[in-house]
């Protein structure tokens, strides 16, 4: 795999993101490149790290509460028969 391939590939490992059969190769390709793909690594979650920090909590209406308690509500009652 090169370089550039293991950096598209690190964002989605940092997101976790990687199917399975890709998270092997990946995994042999950082060890390979050592260093540099440990600091490209680092990179990427100081910026997804960043990214998330930056990120507005959305406000909840009243309906998105009334369905979401509702949904509590049927569980209870699906757990206690």
Do not use: W
Request: glycine share 4%; with cysteine; hydrophobic share 35%.
């Amino acid at each position: 795999m090169s370089f550039e391939e293991f950096q598209n590939r690190a964002r989605l490992y940092v997101i976790g993101a990687l199917e399975n059969g890709e998270s092997q190769e990946f995994e042999e390709t950082r060890a390979e490149l050592g260093q540099k793909a440990e600091d490209f690594i680092t990179e990427c979650y100081r910026l997804h790290e960043a990214f998330a920090l930056s990120l507005r909590p959305a406000k909840s209406s009243d309906a998105l509460k009334e369905r979401l308690m509702k949904m509590v509500r049927e569980r209870k009652q699906d757990g206690a028969r």
